[in-house]
């Protein structure tokens, strides 16, 4: 990078606060980063040369210790709850100060870039680190500027990430040690405690959650995306762990983005530049689009080595079971550039049902996809977050509760209008547990999961003949192709019916006790979608 950029970063450092740095590392290329983390003994190369980091005490998303600043511009349009926890906007100048010291006499990384695709939506973003690899993660997972946007290109929002400096809970305000801080007024983020690079990812993530639907009426999403060879896309709805990485990466359909959205009046727009998959288990047969990716540029988070190799053992999670790769987008062979795609003709909901109740694949009516978007039901899968160990039945309204500053309602409403006014097939996919609820069950393979959604796809299930099914009342139909008859109906795969009949009104049960809190701003036709008790 040249000198004068470096230059005018180093005085850009100073307006915000940030003084006698060591030195500033502006805009280095993945090489650099690369060859930096290895001298500093922060990671090493795998068998691919991919570089293999820790992230130390924190594997997972902290979302206890994630905050937004409360004040004139966010107090009465944030949905202030769990996971929009209110920060005062004094302790916020208090962590600002105290990060932006932290950083005196270190070396500092700075990396421009940008979000969202589409160029009417564009939000530039600059990316300050205290790692090499932590920007790597940024070069990766955002849009990477040409050398003349560069010339261009005024950062929107800044985020700080200091993994080094602790907060003081009885000072500073926060929970504990730990923090991720949004501040709308002063359009920053600030990361403190944790090296976990998904704090980065979400951070940015939840302020276009805010951003795009509050001032541009256009609705974010946490799904993947993919488009068909006649142009066709579909959307892929679903929490960390349900499928959205893997079944979005097909073959045979170009890859508009594996995580987040917006949907726009023409169309679909991916958030990112890159990819952040799971690996747990990864492996070249099943997922061989990811599994190609972990290549030299690409940045692994947590796995361990066969010992006396550099080769990743993928089953190993005793580190934790929330093993990660980031990559950019264009590792997958049939990525879709730019990032765009139409008008949505085809929505699955994917859930990871660890009782084993719902069915693989089910045709929901306008109603129901309505009530199921809100309820958002899954299973929390081990190791994404902090505490997680084992599959936890959880819901997450939209499919993204935690990263969701608004009402769910205004969500569901946007998403409804956009489904009614093109006429949207919508499907639900249990990627969980069939003949059993978890420990007894088994997970179902991901060869029949990609059977059916490629049979909705191509129209098969068009023609289909379907059967209500369930106190779930779910459409489901009667053959798929390549997958076998009797695992569509669950309680065929159950030894013990009456366990599944106990599990499925226990399952029933809670669906209709944690859409209470939603059903006084629910329409009659989206309240007669609840199962039946």
């Known amino acids: 990078m040249q000198i004068s950029s470096v230059r005018d970063t180093l005085k850009e450092l100073r307006e915000l606060g940030i003084e006698n740095v060591a030195d500033v590392h502006y805009q280095l290329s993945p090489e650099e980063l690369i ?18 980091v820790s992230t130390g005490e924190f594997t997972g998303r902290s979302p206890k210790d994630k905050f937004i600043v409360k004040d004139e511009l966010t107090a009465d349009t944030v949905n202030w709850n769990d996971f929009n926890q209110p920060f005062s906007a004094d302790n916020f100048e208090k962590l600002y100060r105290k990060i932006t010291r932290y950083f005196a006499g270190k070396p500092v990384w700075v990396r421009d870039c940008m979000a969202c695709a589409d160029p009417a939506y564009r939000l530039n973003i600059r990316v300050i680190t205290e790692s090499p690899w932590s920007n790597l993660f940024a070069y990766n997972m955002f849009l990477r500027p040409s050398e003349e946007e560069l010339e261009q290109l005024e950062p929107d929002w800044t985020v700080i990430q200091a993994p080094g400096l602790h907060a003081d809970p009885a000072t500073d305000g926060t ?10 007024s002063r359009k920053m983020i600030l990361i403190g405690g944790s090296a976990y690079t998904g704090e980065i990812k979400k951070g940015v993530f939840t302020i276009l ?19 068909g060879t006649s142009g066709d896309t579909a959307v892929f709805f679903g929490l960390s762990g349900t499928g959205k990485t893997t079944l979005s990466a097909d073959p045979e359909r170009k890859l508009i983005g594996d995580d987040e959205h917006g949907w726009t009046e023409d169309g679909v727009f991916n ?26 540029g690409a940045l692994l988070e947590n796995v361990s080595f066969f010992p006396g190799t550099s080769e990743v053992n993928y089953a190993d999670g005793h580190i934790t079971e929330n093993t990660r790769v980031s990559y950019p987008l264009t590792y997958i062979a049939n990525a879709k550039e730019p990032a765009m795609g139409g008008i949505p003709r085809n929505i699955f909901f994917l859930t990871c049902d660890a009782y084993g109740v719902l069915p693989p694949i089910s045709r929901l009516t306008p109603g129901q996809a309505m009530y199921q978007f809100i309820s958002g039901y899954t299973a929390k899968v081990a190791g994404t977050e902090t505490g997680i160990t084992e599959p936890k039945s959880t819901f997450s309204a939209c499919f993204g509760a ?17 489904m009614r006014k093109h006429d949207v097939n919508v499907w639900m996919i249990n990627t969980g547990w069939t003949g059993g609820p978890f420990g007894t069950g088994n997970r179902i393979k991901l060869s ?19 059967k209500s099914y369930g106190q779930f009342r779910l459409a489901i139909p009667e053959s798929v192709p390549g997958v076998p008859d009797e695992i569509l109906e669950p309680r065929n795969t159950w030894a013990d019916k009456d366990a599944y009949d106990a599990k ?30």
Do not use: W
């Open 504 to 533: 499925s009104a226990d399952l029933a049960a809670q669906f209709v006790k944690n859409f209470e809190k939603y059903a006084a701003k629910a329409d009659p036709e989206i309240l007669d979608a609840a199962p039946s008790l």
């Open 402 to 418: 935690p990263f969701l500053p608004l009402h769910p309602a205004r969500y569901a409403q946007m998403l409804g209008e956009k």
């Open 175 to 184: 929970r504990q040690h730990n923090f991720s801080v949004v501040s709308f």
């Open 209 to 227: 959650n805010y951003l795009l639907p509050h001032a541009r009426k256009v609705l974010s999403m946490h799904c993947s995306a993919n488009q």
């Open 35 to 52: 060859t930096q983390t290895l001298q500093r003994n922060e990671g090493c190369l795998n068998s691919t040369g991919a570089l293999v």
């Open 271 to 296: 958030f990112e530049g890159g990819c952040y998959a799971k690996t747990i288990d990864l492996s070249a047969e099943k997922e061989p689009a990811i599994f190609n990716a972990i290549r030299e």
């Open 448 to 466: 029949y999961t990609r059977a059916m959604i490629s049979a909705a796809l191509n129209g098969v299930l068009d023609k289909a003949a379907y």
